[in-house]
């Protein structure tokens, strides 16, 4: 029994010591800090599930861990803020901090292997505050064409001759499927290269309201769309952005359009009987970009 209170009284002041070399609380105390947010792509150019998760690591030891959330009506799935160390109060951080000239690695891993899938690396110089927006995509790109060889197996196995796949054979400039847009940009579009019945298509219809029409397309998750009107000159076409509504009797303020993986309708004014419309995908650059 007396090694018993002996062990507790070691225990009570193991625990009074735990308190006494806790950092100050930091209730309420504003961090500097970092943001990055942006978008992970699989080889065919969809959004990661949202099971896989997102990993920062600082001079190789974890700091951070973010689930995916889904990219539903969004153009990003991930955003992660984790505090930044500039050197002015350093007793008041947790270890899990970045701090200037560290090096940053940025994971996404495969919940299912528990394997990175995406990875990255950079020399932290950000200046405390900093967004950066980091977009990537998983794959590989034999050819540099902007195909991954994983879409380019995919087409062969379904529209091949049946002879062995190689790289060559499916290139981004092709339109496979024979449905008028390229392999790229089908990729970028979310649409299957593979299958002629999928492609960013736009139906334009005429609405109970006087001057405004209605633009309807499948609109993938994650990607972004532009409405676009056309003016017709000696030239060609000279195309410029149009704004739009969310329903034919609102105003037409809106510039952009994330998809949420139906059909979605827009509605624009149209002056005349014969304007023209298109819609377009908006593509994220991939890699890193500091907002300002
Ligand atoms: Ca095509
Ligand atoms: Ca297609």
């Not at 193991?14 to 209730?27: C, K, Y």
């Not at 092709?174 to 390229?182: K, R």
């Not at 409405?227 to 704004?243: F, I, K, Y």
Request: aromatic fraction near 10%; charged fraction near 15%; hydrophobic fraction near 40%.
């Amino acid at each position: 029994m007396q090694t018993f209170f002996r062990l507790l009284r070691g225990l009570a002041l193991a625990v009074v010591l735990s308190v006494t070399i806790s950092p100050p609380a930091m209730a309420g105390l504003p961090l500097p800090s970092l943001t990055f947010y942006g978008m992970f792509l699989d080889e065919f150019g969809w959004p990661y599930p949202s099971d896989d998760y997102v990993e920062v690591y600082t001079q190789g030891v974890k700091i951070a861990t973010h689930t995916l959330s889904p990219a539903l009506g969004k153009e990003y799935n991930f955003l992660l803020r984790v505090p930044y160390d500039t050197g002015g109060k350093l007793n008041d951080y947790s270890p899990d901090v970045i701090s200037p000239g560290d090096n940053v690695q940025i994971r996404l891993v495969d919940n299912g292997s528990g394997q990175p899938v995406i990875s990255t690396n950079f020399i932290c110089t950000l200046p405390a505050g900093s967004v950066v927006r980091f977009n990537a995509r998983s794959g590989t790109d034999s050819l540099g064409d902007g195909l991954t060889d994983e879409l380019r197996q995919w087409i062969w196995s379904a529209l091949g001759d049946g002879t062995p796949f190689s790289p060559s054979k499916v290139r981004a400039t092709d339109d496979s499927d024979g449905d008028g847009v390229s392999n790229l940009d089908e990729f970028l579009a979310g649409t299957d290269p593979a299958n002629a019945e999928d492609v960013l298509a736009v139906s334009i219809s005429r609405t109970a309201y006087p001057g405004v029409t209605q633009l309807q397309f499948f609109a993938v998750p994650g990607k972004s769309y532009q409405v676009q009107t056309g003016t017709l000159t000696d030239q060609g076409v000279t195309w410029s952005t149009a704004t739009f509504a969310s329903s034919p009797d609102s105003a037409g303020t809106l510039t952009k359009a994330v998809g949420l993986g139906h059909y979605l309708a827009v509605f624009v004014s149209a002056a005349t009987e014969a304007q023209l419309f298109r819609v377009t995908v908006n593509v994220q650059p991939t890699g890193a970009t500091v907002l300002p």
